[in-house]
């Protein structure tokens, strides 16, 4: 008998096809739009000097590589609970809060699905339309129902109408994901005002939200990013954050990131933390050291923690200018209007608004690869080049 005969092929992941589809590529002048990864003035994703400062650290300093315990490196959950939070919340001085080491915001939002599965049994959880699309995956695969809220219409512009009035018909103690900034995939950001909004239905309904934050310091700076989170954090007696260090600490491939519990009580958080362990335990056993190491080192300290802000900052500042290039050098083509949005939005991401035929036709023209949804990586632009993506762009849209 064999096993394996009625096991059937599954297409590859869209995004991470892109990856090996642009490495094969050998057009020396081809764009990679595709995956969200920061790209410099060189095109290379770099290693941030005080991540490799703080690994030469570690090297000279690490005697031991024994397991870190179930909820991971303390110093790494207590930095990142600062980071997020503020290290003034009354959260952290009132012991309410506190982060599970995950491998990655992946990894977060896995434990995340696994919990409200096992824990919150019944509750549904809605996304944004459209969202990233393994967070559909994720919680379809931890047995939740999964519904959508609008977000950006087929216009290509926020809907914050729809979204409210479509959160104001979820069965109460459903599960919200909301994204704290620069949505993936659109870029397209809520005002403070909207979040306000969103936070009185959140309130009214009695829903848990589940902050995906995987981008702080990438849309208008660290501290900036993290106002809706704060705001929730403060306001409502429960909140689940799920925080990813790939981004800002470039630390993609080394999957470092946490899942952040908010409680009304020291204790319930006690409650709720040994089943974040015991769920943790039984997907990956203990997190992986070396990126959630490299980051309590950098947070710990005031010079490395100095540096990396400087860093972070000088990528988000890449980014916008990459954005307001890529919109001047659409305008000898008469298209600035019609992309426009691409300035305004934040983060990485930008939906663009071409459509799948459109994005068919830069990637077999030109050697533009984004992903067909019309979402496109500004992150990873040539700022040198913008014209020749420009003109690309202007190609297709004729
Ligand atoms: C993306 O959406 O491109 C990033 O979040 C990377 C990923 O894992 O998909």
Redesign the pocket.
């Known amino acids: 008998m064999r096993h394996f005969d009625a096991i059937t092929r599954v297409p590859g992941d869209p995004?991470l096809g892109l990856m090996e589809a642009f490495a094969r590529d050998d057009n020396p002048a081809k764009f990679d739009l595709g995956?969200?990864v920061f790209k410099d003035a060189q095109g290379l994703t770099p290693v941030p000097a005080a991540v490799k400062q703080a690994e030469q650290r570690l090297v000279e300093r690490q005697l031991s590589k024994s397991y870190v315990g179930g909820h991971g490196d303390a110093a790494f959950g207590r930095l990142i609970c600062e980071l997020v939070l503020g290290s003034a919340s009354p959260l952290l001085v009132q012991q309410r809060a506190g982060a599970t080491q995950t491998p990655g915001g992946?990894g977060a939002l896995r434990l995340a699905a696994e919990f409200a599965g096992h824990c919150l049994p019944g509750r549904g959880i809605w996304l944004s339309d459209p969202t990233?699309p393994?967070h559909q995956t994720i919680f379809a695969g931890a047995g939740l129902k999964v519904s959508h809220y609008p977000y950006v219409g087929a216009d290509n512009r926020l809907d914050v109408a729809g979204m409210l009035a479509t959160l104001e018909t979820v069965p109460q103690g459903d599960i919200v994901l909301l994204h704290a900034c620069c949505h993936?995939p659109t870029g397209f950001d809520l005002s403070q005002d909207d979040w306000r909004a969103v936070l009185e239905v959140v309130r009214r309904r009695s829903l848990l939200p589940l902050i995906d934050f995987?981008y702080q310091g990438f849309g208008d700076g660290l501290e900036e990013d993290a106002w809706a989170v704060r705001l929730f954090a403060a306001e409502l007696p429960e909140l689940l954050i799920t925080s990813s260090c790939s981004k800002n600490f470039g630390l993609y491939r080394e999957r470092t990131g946490a899942l952040l519990v908010c409680s009304h009580d020291a204790q319930k958080l006690l409650d709720v933390r040994s089943q974040l362990a015991f769920l943790a335990r039984n997907l990956w056993s203990t997190p992986p050291d070396h990126g959630a190491a490299v980051v309590a080192e950098i947070l710990g300290d005031p010079q490395l923690k100095s540096l990396w802000i400087d860093e972070v900052e000088a990528m988000r500042q890449r980014i916008a200018r990459l954005r307001s290039g890529l919109v001047e050098a659409l305008a000898p083509h008469g298209l600035s209007q019609r992309f426009a949005h691409i300035a305004a939005q934040r983060g990485m991401f930008s939906y663009t608004g071409l459509s799948p035929e459109q994005v068919a036709a830069l990637r077999e023209r030109h050697s533009v690869y984004l992903v067909n949804t019309g979402r496109a990586?500004v992150a990873g632009a040539d700022e040198a080049r913008l014209d020749v993506l420009a003109a690309a762009i202007a190609d297709v849209c004729r």
């Open positions: 995004i995956v969200g992946t990233w393994i993936n995987a990586n």
